[in-house]
């Protein structure tokens, strides 16, 4: 069995290689998690444009985190899905 993870933006469980992690670190810092191994608190969205842009309007991941994430973050996210799709 895959692990399953739910998206913040749609709110389906999707198989974790799928999703993009974010994790939010004890000092508050939010990036993003190349690796699956980052320690911290973490949020999963799906690697596409639907999910990304929904999460951006919504700003999903202030609600996930319970915190103000920065619109750099955002931006950061928007690369990893949108230039992964371009590879
Ligand atoms: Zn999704």
Known sequence: ???????IACREMQ???TLLRVVKDKENNISIDDTGKKNGRGA?????EVCLKK???QKSF??????NV???VYKS????????RKN
């Open 1 to 7: 069995m895959e692990k399953l993870r739910m998206c």
């Open 15 to 17: 198989d974790k290689r």
């Open 44 to 48: 999963y969205i799906c690697k596409n």
């Open 55 to 57: 999460c951006i309007k």
């Open 62 to 67: 202030n609600k996930a985190f319970k915190t």
């Open 70 to 72: 920065s619109d750099d």
């Open 77 to 84: 996210i928007e690369e990893a899905i949108v230039g992964q």
